[in-house]
């Protein structure tokens, strides 16, 4: 960042130049009124002071000797920049403890037989509805964010949500791996730029969280990355929240045998087949790792403005029926302030 200077003298030699030259004599009272009024400069300098190793200040007085002084802090930083890069190999470390246990994930909700669920469903879908379009209405952005165990039935929850939405006001976000374009960039940059507009509905299957989930089991991202990926999320959805909108997350958590159940199901089942691969077989075998970095992900990014809600899914129809009311509830409460459901 270049902060650029010039001697008063300079300064009016240039007034003087643009006010004889027919082409830009227009510009020269703005500019004199720009002088005269040096609140920018004094706030400018307030900055430079509270941060003064994050600018580069030149003197443009004389413009050659600026001009070189700008390259060669360009070159300077880009060399350290190449210096740093290749003084080590990244070390990837998960950090992860011997035989960790929590009971974070060891709850339960009560099963909803199929009778119920069937006179719940869609009542609870027909007001998140009516919610959709009163969000509309007040231009309240609706971000959903699903994470949680293989085989957790976070699409079939997902697709319950969505059910009865109107399809104008909302998308749904399968996250995969990173392309090599959005590996290039900061790892928030893909979510960014896929966040709703006003009054939209927004609902990420698999997000963000994958710099602390994923990416730490796997190795893909090095202590560092992932330990201040905690704040820089936290950070993220407060940018968001800040300008009015609502983040819900959900964590769908599963018993191992009931997970091992299902991938077994998947694979005997022909229209199923697609759902389990190799890859969810090799997340298996590092459930304690998952386990322990889904819960330092919830431990470290529930907040007022972005809470998390664990979610049991051993029953689906259960779980559905828990999100949906809690949707309802959350957007209740900024719409109106009480529960109205």
């Known amino acids: ?34 002088i005269n009024d040096d609140v920018y400069h004094k706030e400018m300098h307030k ?31 880009l060399n350290k920049a190449i210096k740093l890069h290749k003084k080590k190999d990244k070390v990837i470390d998960g950090d992860f403890t011997e035989d960790f246990r929590t009971d974070l994930f060891n709850q339960s909700l009560d099963k909803v037989d199929k009778k119920t669920y069937k006179a719940l469903i ?22 959903l964010v699903y994470e949680g165990m293989d085989a957790a039935g976070k699409g079939g929850n997902i697709k319950r949500v ?22 290039n960039h900061h790892y928030l940059w893909r979510f ?19 710099r ?9 991202a090095t202590k560092k990355e992932w330990k201040r990926a905690y704040e ?19 964590f769908l958590t599963l018993d191992k045998d009931e997970q091992l159940r299902r991938f077994k199901e998947r694979e005997e089942t022909p229209e199923k087949q697609w759902k389990i691969t190799d890859e969810d077989w090799r997340n298996r075998e590092k459930w304690d790792q998952y386990i322990e970095a889904s819960h330092d992900m919830i431990k470290l990014t529930n907040t007022d403005h972005a809470p998390w809600l664990v979610v049991p899914a051993d029953n689906k129809k259960s779980a559905r029926i828990e999100v949906i009311k809690y949707i309802i509830k959350k957007c209740e409460e900024v719409l109106w302030g009480v529960k109205q459901y």
């Open 1 to 34: 960042k270049f902060y650029i200077e010039i001697s008063d003298k300079k300064r009016k030699e240039h007034l003087k130049e643009m006010k004889e030259n027919p082409l830009t004599s227009w510009k020269a009272q703005e500019y004199e009124s720009a």
């Open 47 to 77: 900055i430079l002071k509270a941060s003064p190793d994050e600018w580069e200040i030149i003197d443009y007085t004389e413009r050659e000797e600026a001009i070189n002084l700008m390259y060669q802090h360009i070159i300077n930083r």
């Open 122 to 143: 869609g009542d609870l879908q027909d007001r998140l509805k009516e919610l959709q379009f009163a969000l509309y209405e007040r231009k309240i952005p609706l971000i």
């Open 162 to 183: 969505r059910e009865k939405l109107d399809p104008t006001g909302y998308e749904v976000n399968a996250i995969s791996a990173p392309t090599d374009v959005e590996l």
């Open 192 to 210: 960014a730029k896929d966040m709703p507009r006003s009054g939209h509905i927004e609902i990420f299957d698999r997000s963000w969280y994958g």
């Open 212 to 220: 602390v989930l994923v990416e730490r089991v796997e190795g893909f």
């Open 232 to 250: 820089e999320i936290n950070q993220f959805e407060k940018m968001w929240t800040d300008e009015g909108a609502i983040i819900l997350k959900f």
